[in-house]
């Protein structure tokens, strides 16, 4: 069965203490995977998005790596403005053009 | 450019009540998705619509939800009658392709 999960449920850091969100999928073939981030209130906004082992994408403090079985969301000097929940999300190729299977997140906090 | 709009952000209204939420996607789209999110569950696929047809609706939990797309610019998920389990947060995604899904802000619904 075709499963995400995200660790650690919940992390709090100091502003500017750098750390690694991860992503651990099970899924017969890997069309994609897809980073979110999302504030109280409002719908996943979409970060990035990776298709293959290897392959990396920067977003100013954000970088979000790619491997066979997991992906990694790092933080870089994080600012109290990137407080949120961290969704990933998988994109099967078994499961034709459009399922995404979503990790129930990461909620970060970050302290001034 | 306008994103993907959802109606209302709110809703609370009695159990056996009707709900419809409202969706317009984002312009040129081809795709929308109807998600369900909760604490416990996370995101939950309910229907995909590919150019206004139904093609995916195995994620609708009974016959009480159902979903309509009469156009390329409109779509709603109705329940009827409404049942406290029913109360979660819901959201619409709209793509292009095999572009990434864009969400909306949700529907905050409570059925008390």
């Known amino acids: 069965e075709d499963q995400v999960t995200q660790s650690p449920e919940a992390l709090r850091l100091q502003e500017g203490e750098s750390s690694s969100l991860n992503c651990s999928y099970t899924v017969s073939g890997l069309r994609g995977l897809f980073w979110y981030r999302q504030d109280p209130g409002k719908g996943p906004e979409f970060l990035f998005t990776l298709y293959s082992a290897g392959e990396e994408k920067e977003k100013e403090r954000l970088k979000a790596t790619l491997t066979k079985k997991e992906s990694f969301l790092h933080i870089t000097a994080p600012k109290p403005e990137d407080s949120a929940t961290y969704l990933c999300a998988v994109h099967p190729s078994t499961s034709g053009t459009y399922k995404y299977i979503f990790g129930t997140g990461t909620r970060l906090k970050v302290l001034a | 450019d306008a994103g993907v709009i959802q109606s209302p952000r709110h809703e609370v209204t009695e159990m056996g009540q009707e709900v419809t939420l409202r969706c317009k996607p984002i312009s040129g789209h081809n795709s929308l998705f109807w998600y369900r999110q909760t604490m416990m569950r996370g995101l939950e696929l309910l229907i995909y619509?590919?150019?206004?047809?139904?093609?995916?609706d195995s994620g609708m939990p009974e016959d009480r939800f159902s979903a309509k797309m009469p156009n390329a610019s409109f779509s709603t998920l109705k329940i009827q009658p409404s049942e406290p389990r029913d109360s979660a947060v819901y959201f619409c995604?709209?793509?292009?392709?095999?572009?990434?899904?864009?969400f909306g802000d949700g529907t905050r619904l409570s059925i008390l």
């Open positions: 619509f590919n150019n206004n047809v139904p093609i995916d």
């Open positions: 995604a709209s793509r292009q392709g095999e572009q990434p899904q864009h």
